[in-house]
């Protein structure tokens, strides 16, 4: 069964950058459209970005600009970068498939974007 683990998070100024891995277990990653998503307290999961096997990526409005999500199949990783940072950033950010995710959640990675 793949496993995900998610790494990276932390406690960042505003305007600050943090980059985010994921690792997934399992010998068929490159084939997956691979996505990360965040959830912040009391809200749902929600879409941040995904990028599929041949490299094309989506991100949703809020983060166009600021944040670049990138794969390495050799490795099976996937990657985050955010840059620019605000406060509403602050979430809990897992990868996954997708959307939508077929694989069972890791533990995420905590950003809290706070002076």
């Known amino acids: 069964q793949v496993q995900l683990v998610e790494s990276g998070g932390g406690l960042v100024q505003p305007g600050g950058s943090l980059r985010l891995s994921c690792a997934a277990s399992g010998s068929s990653f490159r084939i997956y459209v691979m996505a990360w998503y965040r959830q912040a307290p009391g809200k749902q999961r929600e879409l941040v970005a995904r990028?599929?096997?041949?490299?094309?990526?989506y991100y949703t409005d809020s983060v166009k600009g600021r944040f670049t999500i990138s794969r390495n199949n050799a490795v099976n990783t996937v990657s985050l970068q955010m840059n620019s940072l605000k406060p509403e950033d602050t979430a809990f950010y897992y990868c996954?498939?997708?959307?939508?995710?077929?694989?069972?959640w890791g533990q995420g990675t905590q950003v809290t974007v706070s002076s």
């Open positions: 990028i599929g096997s041949n490299g094309n990526t």
């Open positions: 996954n498939t997708g959307p939508p995710a077929s694989w069972p």
